[in-house]
Protein backbone atom coordinates (compact mmCIF):
# COMPACT_ATOMS: atom_id res chain seq x y z
CA UNK A 1 0.00 0.00 0.00
CA UNK A 2 3.14 2.06 -0.46
CA UNK A 3 3.21 2.25 -4.39
CA UNK A 4 1.92 5.89 -4.59
CA UNK A 5 4.40 7.41 -1.72
CA UNK A 6 7.01 5.91 -3.01
CA UNK A 7 6.55 7.09 -6.57
CA UNK A 8 6.64 10.98 -5.13
CA UNK A 9 8.88 10.28 -3.02
CA UNK A 10 11.02 9.10 -6.53
CA UNK A 11 9.95 12.63 -7.69
CA UNK A 12 11.51 14.69 -4.60
CA UNK A 13 8.67 15.44 -2.11
CA UNK A 14 9.85 14.31 1.03
CA UNK A 15 6.57 15.00 2.85
CA UNK A 16 3.39 13.17 1.59
CA UNK A 17 -0.11 14.33 3.39
CA UNK A 18 -3.21 11.27 3.47
CA UNK A 19 -6.39 12.65 3.28
CA UNK A 20 -10.12 10.94 3.47
CA UNK A 21 -13.36 11.62 5.25
CA UNK A 22 -16.28 10.24 7.10
CA UNK A 23 -19.74 10.84 6.94
CA UNK A 24 -21.06 11.72 4.06
CA UNK A 25 -23.46 9.44 3.96
CA UNK A 26 -25.86 10.08 6.61
CA UNK A 27 -28.81 11.82 7.72
CA UNK A 28 -27.46 13.12 11.03
CA UNK A 29 -23.98 14.84 12.21
CA UNK A 30 -20.83 16.27 10.89
CA UNK A 31 -18.72 15.04 7.73
CA UNK A 32 -14.76 14.04 9.37
CA UNK A 33 -12.04 14.47 7.67
CA UNK A 34 -8.35 13.31 8.62
CA UNK A 35 -4.75 14.40 7.31
CA UNK A 36 -1.91 12.15 7.62
CA UNK A 37 1.66 12.66 7.62
CA UNK A 38 3.35 9.23 8.66
CA UNK A 39 6.51 9.02 10.55
CA UNK A 40 7.16 5.68 9.47
CA UNK A 41 4.99 2.97 7.52
CA UNK A 42 5.56 0.10 9.93
CA UNK A 43 2.70 -0.74 11.95
CA UNK A 44 2.16 -3.68 14.23
CA UNK A 45 -2.07 -3.18 13.74
CA UNK A 46 -3.63 -3.89 10.45
CA UNK A 47 -4.21 -0.70 8.48
CA UNK A 48 -6.69 -0.88 5.60
CA UNK A 49 -9.58 1.07 4.15
CA UNK A 50 -11.52 1.77 7.48
CA UNK A 51 -14.90 0.04 5.99
CA UNK A 52 -12.92 -3.29 6.35
CA UNK A 53 -12.12 -3.14 9.79
CA UNK A 54 -13.91 -4.43 12.71
CA UNK A 55 -14.48 -1.45 15.66
CA UNK A 56 -12.02 -3.04 17.67
CA UNK A 57 -9.63 -2.90 14.94
CA UNK A 58 -10.10 0.85 14.17
CA UNK A 59 -9.56 1.57 17.84
CA UNK A 60 -6.32 0.02 18.32
CA UNK A 61 -4.87 1.07 14.65
CA UNK A 62 -6.33 4.27 15.61
CA UNK A 63 -4.07 4.57 18.90
CA UNK A 64 -0.69 3.22 16.63
CA UNK A 65 -1.59 5.74 13.96
CA UNK A 66 -1.63 9.27 16.25
CA UNK A 67 1.40 8.24 17.75
CA UNK A 68 3.07 6.96 14.21
CA UNK A 69 2.15 10.13 12.47
CA UNK A 70 1.34 14.15 12.15
CA UNK A 71 -2.22 14.70 11.72
CA UNK A 72 -5.12 17.18 11.62
CA UNK A 73 -8.80 16.72 11.74
CA UNK A 74 -11.41 18.69 9.77
CA UNK A 75 -14.81 18.75 11.13
CA UNK A 76 -17.92 20.27 9.18
CA UNK A 77 -21.31 20.26 11.26
CA UNK A 78 -24.85 18.98 9.63
CA UNK A 79 -26.00 23.01 9.36
CA UNK A 80 -23.43 24.14 7.04
CA UNK A 81 -23.69 20.65 5.04
CA UNK A 82 -27.31 21.86 4.51
CA UNK A 83 -26.13 25.31 3.51
CA UNK A 84 -23.58 24.49 1.08
CA UNK A 85 -23.98 20.86 -0.44
CA UNK A 86 -22.54 17.70 1.16
CA UNK A 87 -19.64 17.60 -1.78
CA UNK A 88 -19.05 21.14 -0.53
CA UNK A 89 -18.78 20.81 3.01
CA UNK A 90 -17.16 17.20 2.27
CA UNK A 91 -13.92 19.70 0.38
CA UNK A 92 -13.72 21.95 3.43
CA UNK A 93 -13.48 19.38 6.11
CA UNK A 94 -10.48 18.08 4.24
CA UNK A 95 -8.96 21.77 3.32
CA UNK A 96 -9.65 21.80 7.26
CA UNK A 97 -7.73 19.00 8.26
CA UNK A 98 -4.89 19.74 5.71
CA UNK A 99 -4.11 23.15 7.04
CA UNK A 100 -4.13 21.85 10.83
CA UNK A 101 -1.52 19.60 10.22
CA UNK A 102 0.14 22.21 8.18
CA UNK A 103 0.25 24.13 11.04
CA UNK A 104 2.14 21.71 12.93
CA UNK A 105 4.47 21.77 10.34
CA UNK A 106 5.40 25.64 10.23
CA UNK A 107 9.31 24.88 9.00
CA UNK A 108 8.20 22.20 6.49
CA UNK A 109 8.53 24.04 3.20
CA UNK A 110 5.80 23.40 0.78
CA UNK A 111 7.21 22.37 -2.16
CA UNK A 112 8.36 18.98 -0.78
CA UNK A 113 4.57 18.75 -0.07
CA UNK A 114 1.80 16.44 -2.12
CA UNK A 115 -1.24 15.81 -1.02
CA UNK A 116 -3.04 12.27 -1.50
CA UNK A 117 -6.68 12.28 -1.45
CA UNK A 118 -9.38 9.69 -1.72
CA UNK A 119 -12.38 10.09 -4.30
CA UNK A 120 -12.13 12.55 -6.37
CA UNK A 121 -12.89 15.44 -4.86
CA UNK A 122 -10.63 19.07 -6.24
CA UNK A 123 -9.29 20.22 -3.40
CA UNK A 124 -8.93 24.50 -2.94
CA UNK A 125 -5.43 24.43 -1.87
CA UNK A 126 -2.41 26.15 -2.62
CA UNK A 127 -0.74 22.70 -2.70
CA UNK A 128 -0.20 19.93 -5.37
CA UNK A 129 -2.54 17.07 -5.26
CA UNK A 130 -3.49 13.48 -6.71
CA UNK A 131 -7.09 12.32 -6.32
CA UNK A 132 -7.04 8.31 -6.04
CA UNK A 133 -10.25 6.38 -6.07
CA UNK A 134 -10.61 3.33 -3.63
CA UNK A 135 -7.42 5.36 -2.32
CA UNK A 136 -8.04 4.13 1.53
CA UNK A 137 -7.40 0.89 -0.11
CA UNK A 138 -4.47 1.81 -2.06
CA UNK A 139 -2.13 3.82 -0.11
CA UNK A 140 -1.33 3.26 3.51
CA UNK A 141 -1.31 6.89 4.42
CA UNK A 142 -4.75 7.28 2.89
CA UNK A 143 -5.91 4.27 4.79
CA UNK A 144 -4.50 5.90 7.86
CA UNK A 145 -6.43 8.82 7.29
CA UNK A 146 -9.40 6.92 6.54
CA UNK A 147 -9.35 5.08 10.11
CA UNK A 148 -8.88 8.75 12.22
CA UNK A 149 -11.72 10.10 10.99
CA UNK A 150 -14.24 7.26 10.64
CA UNK A 151 -13.06 6.84 14.37
CA UNK A 152 -13.30 10.08 15.47
CA UNK A 153 -17.06 10.62 13.91
CA UNK A 154 -17.96 7.36 15.17
CA UNK A 155 -16.82 9.11 18.91
CA UNK A 156 -19.04 12.25 17.66
CA UNK A 157 -22.47 10.16 17.50
CA UNK A 158 -21.86 8.55 20.25
CA UNK A 159 -21.78 11.52 22.28
CA UNK A 160 -24.78 12.32 20.57
CA UNK A 161 -26.73 9.19 21.43
CA UNK A 162 -26.94 10.19 24.86
CA UNK A 163 -28.26 13.49 24.16
CA UNK A 164 -30.98 11.90 21.49
CA UNK A 165 -30.84 8.30 22.48
CA UNK A 166 -34.38 7.88 20.85
CA UNK A 167 -32.37 7.51 17.75
CA UNK A 168 -30.00 4.91 18.29
CA UNK A 169 -27.32 7.13 16.86
CA UNK A 170 -24.79 4.08 18.69
CA UNK A 171 -25.68 2.11 16.28
CA UNK A 172 -25.82 3.23 13.39
CA UNK A 173 -23.65 6.35 13.75
CA UNK A 174 -26.37 8.67 11.83
CA UNK A 175 -26.42 6.25 8.41
CA UNK A 176 -30.36 5.47 6.82
CA UNK A 177 -30.47 2.43 7.93
CA UNK A 178 -34.30 1.32 8.12
CA UNK A 179 -34.23 1.52 11.74
CA UNK A 180 -33.12 4.71 11.80
CA UNK A 181 -35.56 6.36 9.55
CA UNK A 182 -38.20 4.66 10.98
CA UNK A 183 -37.43 6.74 13.96
CA UNK A 184 -37.05 10.13 12.37
CA UNK A 185 -40.09 9.09 11.18
CA UNK A 186 -41.74 8.65 14.46
CA UNK A 187 -40.03 11.16 16.24
CA UNK A 188 -39.40 13.92 14.18
CA UNK A 189 -35.55 15.08 12.88
CA UNK A 190 -33.64 16.58 15.97
CA UNK A 191 -30.89 19.50 15.81
CA UNK A 192 -28.19 17.47 14.46
CA UNK A 193 -29.99 15.56 11.44
CA UNK A 194 -29.66 16.94 8.15
CA UNK A 195 -32.64 18.56 6.53
CA UNK A 196 -31.43 18.47 3.20
CA UNK A 197 -31.25 14.21 3.83
CA UNK A 198 -34.54 13.42 4.62
CA UNK A 199 -36.37 12.91 1.77
CA UNK A 200 -35.24 9.56 1.82
CA UNK A 201 -37.67 8.85 5.26
CA UNK A 202 -40.61 8.85 2.86
CA UNK A 203 -39.87 6.13 0.90
CA UNK A 204 -39.81 3.48 3.76
Known sequence: MLYYERKLKKKGYSLIIGVDEAGRGPLAGPVVAAAVALKTASFKNRIDDSKKLTSSQREKAFSEIIQKSVFGIGVINEKIIDRLNILVATRRAMEA???????????????????????????????????????????????CASILAKVIRDRIMSLYDELYPQYGFWQHKGYPT???????????????????????????
Open 97 to 143: AILTLLDKLKKSPKKHIHIIVDGNVNLDINLPFTKIIKGDSKSKTIA
Open 178 to 204: KRHRLLVKRFGPSTIHRKSFLACINNI
